[in-house]
């Protein structure tokens, strides 16, 4: 049964949340870096995950009632750090609350350990999957207006699954939103020679594998005698044979928004720069990615022992650091 949980003072009992559905941990693919700016808030707003240390990690902007002690706060050299786990107190008692981070070089969030608060469930019907068809968030756009990164980042696991599925073999990704997942494999893979082995589809190809959306309204392009590797909506693991699980946030922007003309969604920034993601952002970002995030990726995963996928995760690391070096 899925939950929606109110987080209240474990010693005075002052009301903290409203009710926040849980979700999974997200994997955000991107890991924030050191530079100056706005780092993103990690959970999404109405949401919590709790952590392999059965932390409540929760979007700041959630937490209400508590008092930030900049005494308890680390040294950053931009923004600030609980020290020792806490630097956030209960506005009515006092007692100790909390974590809130907001650096340079982490994902913001509000941590709250399970001995501090009390966790008050109730079960919901809801899945702990955020709604795709909410109105916001399908572009790839953060509450800045810059592009979003854990986006981005869900962006970058699905493609690379795309690129471990395919065995090595040439990839014709069949147009509109599936672009997209190619321009970004294209940067990760930039200076490498299976670059070019990502294609879009023409006119009367024959390709080895196709690759397409597909899901709830969409039918996945299909060529006689290719295989099919298809992009549907769904949890990291939730999915397997030739099909890839994209989250649904990113799925719905693939799917159905990319191909159409942006609709203002009432935001300011709507009007100024309605986003569609282009070809050199998504390339950008995929050669960002595959300096950490794609290691991290896939550490551990029995695919990397295959020899085509050993020799080309090689290749793009010789690639990325010829480029600093
Ligand atoms: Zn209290």
Do not use: K
């Not at 997209?180 to 080895?208: K, N, Q, S």
């Amino acid at each position: 049964m899925n939950v929606r949980t109110t987080f209240r003072c474990a010693r005075c009992d002052a009301v903290l949340t409203g009710a926040l559905l849980r979700v999974p941990m997200p994997r955000p693919g991107y890991q924030p870096h050191h530079e100056v700016g706005f780092r993103p808030v990690l959970m999404t707003h109405g949401t919590y995950a709790v952590d392999a240390n059965g932390t409540y990690v929760l979007a700041p902007g959630d937490v209400s009632g508590t008092r930030l002690v900049p005494e308890r706060c680390a040294d950053g050299c931009v923004g600030i750090e609980a020290e020792d786990g806490v630097n956030l107190v209960c506005a009515s008692c006092g007692a100790d609350i909390g974590g809130r981070t907001d650096a340079c070089h982490a994902w913001q969030e509000t941590r709250l350990p399970p001995e501090l608060v009390r966790a008050e469930d109730e079960p919901t019907d809801e899945e702990p999957w955020e709604n795709p068809d909410e109105a916001f968030g399908r572009a790839p756009v953060d509450d800045a207006g810059e592009l979003d990164w854990l986006w981005l980042g869900r962006l970058g696991v699905c493609a690379t699954e795309v690129l471990v599925r395919s065995e090595g073999r040439p990839v014709h990704f069949a147009g509109g939103g599936a672009l997209v997942i190619r321009d970004f494999l294209r940067g990760m893979l930039a200076g490498t020679g299976h670059a070019d082995a990502m294609r879009a589809l023409g006119p009367g190809e024959r390709p080895a594998i196709v690759c397409d959306l597909g899901g709830p309204g969409r039918t996945p392009v299909v060529v006689e005698g290719a295989r099919s590797l298809t992009v549907v909506p769904g949890p990291p693991d939730g999915v397997a044979g030739d099909e890839v699980a994209a989250h649904p946030r990113v799925w719905a922007y693939l799917a159905r928004e990319h191909d159409r003309p942006p609709r203002g969604a009432g935001r300011w920034w709507d009007e100024e720069a309605p986003r569609r993601i282009s070809p050199a952002e998504a390339s950008s970002h995929g050669r960002h990615w595959r300096c950490h995030d794609l290691p991290r990726h896939l550490a551990g995963r029995p695919e990397t022992e295959r020899p085509w996928l050993r020799a080309l995760l090689a290749e793009i690391d010789a690639a990325w650091r010829d480029r600093f070096s």
